[in-house]
């Protein structure tokens, strides 16, 4: 998922120091937008959740009355021999969870099968019973991965079926988790996906049964067609509208969210020009549906030592994309409504320093092509929802936005729209140009006037949404907290219609 600088931009950076310095920028505090409301809520909301139990790992959502429950595996860092039990939190709104804590427990002992629990579902049998499927694992088991069943009366209430645990040898012993079950009404009977490898390949394969106990191995439902013998980690597979749609993550080399559109259950799963929705800073999305709207569910992964310039490390907090299939039934994100509004009160946008070459006029801002230019506010401190819309755009451009900005290098943490190569990047470099992106999505500048953008902010993270086609999530603790700024480097662009909600 790297992208290198073309040689001028690098260049270019050698000149932006010498827009940058003191004689070249000015403070200003003129505001156009209406002050926040000073009434108070009674909890602020939490667009990306985490508890202090731990971090969020693989999620397995489950929706029903109006409530999404989404389970989840915990990552406690504790340093135990067990590790990763289920947790679960609900929402109705994807704006305020509520925790309910653990509420199925790994064993306690080595010597069990699911001394640490792996990733699975939750599902709700013909007889109106609920089923966990979850992957046991063992670090100093043989084999280290065993598919494990659970029954319950309620949500958060599990118990254990140790008979009914099972291991396929016709498949990789190490590598066999990641139940998928739900109940197929023309056939009768459950199905079960399950991850797993064969002749060397990541394979999917498929399970029945008639009773969720007892299960028969029908071979591979799906095999990767990317070309890496990747795992395909965390499927799901549902239908909605008229299409079925199959989802998992790469467990390598790029570790993002793909899915599979087909007309029929039994495929074929034809693989889209666009395929992903997210890129690196979302892993582990699994499909869910309301009955009207589809959502993906994944992870933003922490960093190595809570450090932005760092790679990512595994888990972090919760992120939940809405999906909307276009009219060919490829999948794009879109900006959950209900998160629209709930992030409804208008925040005053403060500036607070700019490049005396920017034009400032009624809230939009005119940059002139001089070089780096830039225009800064003032640190968000709540959940926020950024709008703006960008025009005046051409080939070659580069502009976006930076948090923590600096006067020589835009900022450490910077969303760049680069033109030339028709890419969306995320860097977590002060030194833009003289690093790697660390995410980036292709979208297609060609033939537009004008991109509107949408900024998800909340608990160190950021969600972007780009004309509700893409989206790009990264991990930004110091995105709340410090100033940030729209910037241009050597491009004629205006930013509009900008405005702030919370």
């Known amino acids: 998922m790297k992208g290198r600088r073309p040689i001028w931009a690098v260049m270019?950076?050698?000149?932006?120091?010498?827009?940058a310095c003191s004689g070249n920028q000015k403070e200003t505090a003129e505001t156009d937008t209406p002050a926040a409301s000073s009434e108070e809520r009674e909890e602020a909301y939490s667009l990306f959740p985490m508890t202090t139990d731990g971090f969020a790992g693989d999620t397995m959502p489950y929706y029903e009355d109006g409530t999404m429950h989404i389970y989840y595996l915990l990552d406690q860092r504790d340093g135990k021999t067990g590790y990763h039990p289920w947790a679960m939190l609900q929402t109705k709104d994807y704006c305020s969870y509520e925790n309910m804590g653990i509420v199925l427990p790994y064993a306690e002992s080595a010597s069990e099968q699911d001394n640490a629990l792996g990733t699975g579902c939750v599902m709700k049998d013909q007889e109106g019973n609920y089923h966990a499927f979850y992957t046991g694992h063992n670090d100093y088991y043989q084999p280290a991965e065993a598919i494990m069943h659970a029954e319950g009366t309620d949500l958060t209430h599990w118990t254990k079926i140790p008979e009914d645990t099972f291991i396929d040898e016709n498949y990789s012993t190490n590598d066999f988790r990641d139940p998928y079950v739900f109940y197929v009404p023309e056939e009768k009977c459950y199905w079960m996906l399950v991850v797993?490898?064969?002749?060397?390949?990541g394979v999917i394969v498929k399970y029945t049964s008639t009773d969720l106990h007892k299960w028969k191995d029908e071979g591979v439902f799906f095999e990767d067609d990317m070309g890496y013998s990747t795992n395909m980690e965390c499927p799901s597979l549902l239908k909605f509208g008229s299409k079925w749609y199959l989802g998992f993550s790469d467990q390598w080399p790029d570790r993002?969210?793909?899915?599979?559109?087909?007309?029929?259950?039994?495929?074929?799963?034809?693989?889209?020009?666009?395929?992903?929705?997210d890129s690196n800073g979302f892993y582990a999305g699994r499909l869910e549906t309301d009955g009207e709207h589809l959502y993906v569910v994944g992870w933003n992964g922490t960093?190595?030592?809570?450090?932005?310039?760092?790679?990512?490390?595994?888990?972090?907090?919760?992120?939940?994309?809405?999906?909307?299939?276009?009219?060919?039934?490829?999948?794009?994100?879109?900006?959950?409504?209900k998160i629209t509004e709930n992030l409804s009160r208008s925040v005053s946008l403060v500036p607070s320093l700019m490049a005396d070459t920017v034009k400032y006029d009624k809230g939009n801002i005119q940059f002139t092509g001089s070089k780096y230019e830039f225009f800064q506010y003032e640190a968000f401190e709540n959940a926020t929802r950024l709008e703006a819309d960008i025009t005046g755009?051409?080939?070659?451009?580069?502009?976006?936005?930076?948090?923590?900005?600096?006067?020589?290098?835009?900022?450490?943490?910077t969303y760049l729209f680069n033109v030339d190569e028709n890419k969306v990047e995320f860097y977590n470099s002060p030194k833009l140009f003289e690093s790697y992106a660390q995410s980036f999505m292709d979208y297609d500048f060609t033939g537009r006037d004008k991109i509107h953008l949408t900024l998800l902010l909340s608990?160190?993270?950021a969600s972007l949404y780009v004309d509700n086609e893409i989206a790009l999530t990264a991990r930004m603790y110091r995105s709340q907290g410090t100033n940030w700024q729209f910037f241009s480097i050597g491009s004629e662009v205006t930013?509009?219609?900008i405005e702030a909600f919370d």
Do not use: Q
């Open 495 to 497: 930013i509009e219609n």
């Open 393 to 413: 755009f051409k080939k070659g451009d580069l502009f976006g936005i930076s948090f923590a900005p600096n006067m020589e290098y835009a900022g450490a943490l």
């Open 303 to 337: 960093k190595i030592g809570h450090d932005d310039l760092n790679d990512y490390d595994w888990a972090g907090n919760m992120v939940v994309h809405e999906l909307e299939p276009k009219t060919d039934g490829t999948l794009v994100p879109v900006v959950n409504d």
């Open 12 to 19: 270019l950076v050698l000149m932006m120091a010498f827009t």
């Open 459 to 461: 608990d160190g993270v």
């Open 256 to 277: 993002v969210f793909h899915y599979r559109i087909s007309d029929s259950i039994n495929g074929p799963f034809v693989k889209p020009e666009k395929d992903t929705v």
């Open 196 to 201: 797993t490898r064969k002749d060397n390949n």
